[in-house]
């Protein structure tokens, strides 16, 4: 999306509320036909980029709207693939962040600029998602500047549907995610669906994720979420839909589904280890009957728990690199 000469990285909406603009994953016809929760998770930045090319200084002015869990929220800044040593802190007043190409960057040799996904002149503000922020509204911008051009962005886009472990709840910063790290490692640009305890595979999100036309690579993490809240014929009928309807609109793109992740049912001695694999042989099967569709299993993404946080659930920062070398690599094999 580009609005006021910028880019709207992995913003599906900019949608006017008393607060400001609030910068929301998916359109808002989307949105409030997702279930309850889902339709909060959306309007968290998971992956959410604001994007120019500065002619000189330029000002960007952003608020968050607070939520039960933060009231403030990090801006980390990268220049292309280089990281900033700037963060700025923005909370419920509106803080303007001003920027300018660093002096180091702007004489880099042609073939030290080559390899890289992203041109070093490309400001990327990157914000944070659920659990490292609150929601965050756009106010505005000031300076001579422009939007990227195709050339100076990577020329494929990865998108993620999952849990909280895809939106990244426990990295320490939105470039750690599992998501950001795949792409970085396969050059592409990543799209973060992720829907924080409320991946349930609403038929909204299917339809969705099947219609946009941005993507190459998708990958859909099916999905934790549900093993407490539906049967497993709920979760096959759910997930049959999703998959259908994504690969019967992309036959061309790379489509990955990923069953459970190793978690706490998987290691505990006090709780039933065998829900969750029954929930992977069912996602098993729905993905054996679809000629378009590769399966990725879940516990050999991560193949064991020395990584997790103390929930025996998700992957801190360790698990998330390690996550993202298996999954680069099982992704670039079927591409």
Not at 7 to 12: K, L, M, R
Not at 153 to 159: F, V
Not at 188 to 195: A, H, K, Q, R, W
Request: hydrophobic share 35%; net charge negative; aromatic share 6%.
């Amino acid at each position: 999306m580009r609005r006021d000469r910028l880019e709207f990285h992995n913003v599906g909406e900019c949608r006017a509320v008393e607060e400001g603009v609030v910068l929301q994953r998916v359109p808002e016809r989307v949105r409030t036909a997702l279930n309850e929760g889902a339709q909060t998770r959306m309007v968290h930045p998971a992956g959410v980029e604001l994007r120019f090319v500065p002619d000189d200084s330029v000002s960007v002015t952003l608020s968050t709207n607070p939520t039960d869990r933060a009231t403030e929220s990090i801006v980390r800044v990268f220049w292309g693939s280089i990281q900033s040593t700037e963060t700025f802190v923005i909370g419920p007043e509106p803080t303007t962040i001003e920027l300018s190409i660093p002096e180091p960057l702007t004489d880099i040799r042609p073939e030290k600029r080559e390899p890289l996904a992203y041109d070093p002149h490309v400001c990327r503000l990157v914000l944070p998602g659920e659990h490292r922020g609150a929601h965050v509204c756009y106010h505005g911008v000031e300076g001579d500047r422009r939007p990227p051009t195709e050339a100076e962005l990577p020329d494929q886009r990865y998108l993620a549907y999952g849990t909280s472990i895809t939106e990244g709840e426990a990295a320490v910063a939105e470039h750690l995610t599992y998501v950001n790290q795949t792409a970085r490692r396969l050059g592409v640009d990543p799209i973060n669906l992720g829907s924080c305890g409320t991946a349930y595979c609403d038929r909204a999100m299917a339809d969705h994720i099947a219609a946009r036309d941005d993507w190459d690579i998708a990958t859909l993490a099916l999905s934790v979420n549900m093993v407490d809240r539906f049967s497993v014929e709920e979760f096959r009928e759910r997930t049959t839909y999703m998959i259908d309807r994504i690969a019967a609109a992309n036959p061309d793109a790379t489509i990955a589904c990923i069953t459970i992740y190793p978690n706490a049912r998987d290691v505990r001695m006090s709780v039933d280890g065998e829900r969750c694999e029954q929930f992977r042989q069912a996602l098993r099967d729905t993905v054996a009957d679809i000629d378009n569709v590769s399966l990725f299993e879940g516990p050999e993404i991560l193949p064991d728990i020395g990584g997790l946080t103390t929930d025996l659930v998700h992957p801190g920062d360790n698990a998330m690199i390690r996550m993202s070398e298996n999954l680069a690599d099982t992704l670039e094999a079927v591409r």
